[in-house]
Structure formats: C-alpha cells, structure tokens
C-alpha cells in the first residue's frame, strides 16, 4: 500500500494581490513542515493516525494558522477552540469542543479517542479531563496575539456601525487539518481550528463534528474540512463524500469536486482535502484559496496557496 498524506491551514486566504512574496514564502514553508512532520511518521512504517496528529501539531504551534496559538477571538474577546481526529480503520473517533489552554487541542481529541471512552467532549468537563490526562497547558499569553485582537475590533466597530460586512474568506475563517493513508491501507483524519473572528461564544462549527468537518473510513476516504462550519454541518460534507463513494459508486475526486460545488450553491464557501483507499488525495476549494498541500509516494513536497491547481470542474 502506497502512504500519502495532505495538509491544510483553511480555506479563505489573503487575496493574492496582498499576498507579498515574503508572507507566501512563510505560509508555503509552514505546509512544508506539517507535510515533513506527517510524512516522516508514514515513511518509518506507523500509522495515519500518529501522521496526522504530528502535521496539525505543527500548524497548531504556528501563529499563522487560525488554530491553537493562532487562534481567532470570539465576540467577547475569549478564545474557543475546537478539534478532532479519526481513524478509519474502525471509526474510532474523539473532538473537544470549546476549549482554552491545551497547547495543541489534536492531543486532547486524541486523549478522548484513547483514553475516555466517548467520543465529544466540551468546555470545563473536557480540559478537567485533559488535565488529568497530563495534556500540556500553557497560559493565557501563549494564545494572544495582537493580529488577531486587532481583527476582532474592526469586527466588532463593524457591526456595531451596521457597516456592510467586507471581510475577505481570510477573516470568515480558518482551520488546519490532515488526511493520511499509510502502508497498512489505514486512513485517518486531524482536524482543528479556532473558529470565526468575533463568533458568538459557545458556537461550534464543523470541524468537531464527525461526518461534517472530520471523516474517516478505510471504506470510503477521510476527509479534513475547512469553511462556512454551520453548512457544513447541514449537508454532512465529509459523510456525504463517503456515501456518494460507496452508494453511488463514484471517484474520490468525482465525489469530493462536486459536494464542493453543491456547497457553494447553498452558501458554503470553503474546501476540504481527502484521501481514498488508493491514489492520490484531493484537494478541492470554493474559496479565493486554501492553504494546502500534500506528499504522495515519491516523498516530494507540494503546496500551493490560490488557484494555480485543484479548480473546479
């Protein structure tokens, strides 16, 4: 079996008119880094699982991505963050949801996975969990910054002006996440974001919420999402992949391009990266752009940033 692994840091980018040669440079390095972490886990022989927690450890731990340390505040200036992982092989699966003071929230839905005996845990009941899990803590200044408190006041001058919302796919949203496929045929699945700048607090989106923004079947594929969480969450993006793979009988890339499409006809804007049983993964976005990339087998980096690859039909 053929390893391969994919990465994103959300859908909904900079514009690429702003997007100076130095700052790309930086996104394009930081994938190349998640994509190294993961690949290097898949090329000793191990499993997608611990692939795909070491890939979003690295873009949790990166101030650029909108997950963990660079997290988005909510309307209350407080930070929510969300995250899950699954493995295909039996659909074992765990997420955390409004959480704040794990360093890298994947290891907490991944404590859940292993150590709790359910599934989705949420708010004070899940760090007082984590804690007792050993799950690493850091302090409040850990997952400040300035950038994105400066984001969460023009928000909230916005609207309390009633000024027309401007915001480009960058400030909408943003996640990160990890699909891999390693040498035993086993698919996984990472996904973790901080939600949308000046959010409602106790919202949660898509990315907890396995069969929407988090998937994994050996059968079918797994699914890492990204964008508008709450149609996500309504058109069961990532299950309706599967399922159209396995009732419909349709490619992976068939079936993940057009659920894209379907989205954005009901107002969905974002992407998503997949991996099957076999072949390469997917990577497909409605969006200005997505921060991705992926390794297959010949163990070479790509990543791209706007729409120099992967449009739609």
């Not at 799950?135 to 023009?154: A, G, K, T, V």
């Not at 890339?253 to 993964?281: K, T």
Request: glycine share 12%.
């Amino acid at each position: 079996m053929e390893a391969s692994i994919a990465v994103h840091g959300g859908a909904g980018t900079i514009p690429a008119a702003l997007l100076g040669a130095d700052i790309a440079g930086e996104y394009h390095e930081a994938l190349r880094k998640a994509l190294r972490a993961g690949w290097g886990v898949l090329a000793n022989g191990k499993r997608a699982l611990d692939a795909v927690t070491e890939a979003v450890i690295v873009l949790e731990d990166d101030a650029l991505f909108n997950a963990a340390r660079g997290a988005v505040f909510t309307s209350a200036g407080t930070l929510e963050m969300d995250a899950a992982i699954m493995s295909g092989r039996a659909r074992e699966a765990g997420a955390v949801a409004g959480i704040c003071g794990p360093k890298n929230p994947i290891l907490g839905a991944r404590a859940v996975l292993e150590h709790s005996g359910i599934v989705f845990m949420a708010a004070k009941g899940a760090e007082d969990f984590l804690r007792s899990q050993g799950i690493p803590f850091m302090p409040p200044e850990y997952f400040f910054s300035e950038r994105r408190w400066q984001s969460l006041q023009l928000e909230l001058k916005r609207r309390a002006t009633d000024a027309p919302d401007t915001r480009s796919d960058a400030d909408r949203h943003g996640t990160v996440g990890a699909v891999a496929r390693d040498v035993f045929g086993d698919l996984a699945a990472a996904t973790s974001t901080g939600g949308i700048t000046a959010k409602r607090p106790g919202r949660i989106g898509d990315t907890p919420i396995f069969g929407a923004g988090t998937y994994a079947d050996n059968a079918t594929c797994a699914v890492s999402a990204t964008g508008t969480g709450e149609v996500f969450i309504r058109y069961t993006a990532a299950a309706e992949i599967a399922a159209r793979m396995r009732y419909g009988k349709q490619s992976l890339q068939h079936a993940a391009y057009e659920v894209i499409a379907e989205l954005l006809r009901h107002g969905g804007d974002g992407g998503l990266i997949a991996i099957g049983p076999s072949g390469p993964p997917v990577l497909p976005f409605n969006s200005t752009g997505m921060y991705r990339g992926y390794i297959g087998p010949d163990g070479v980096a790509h990543t791209a940033i706007h729409r120099e690859a992967y449009r739609l039909p």
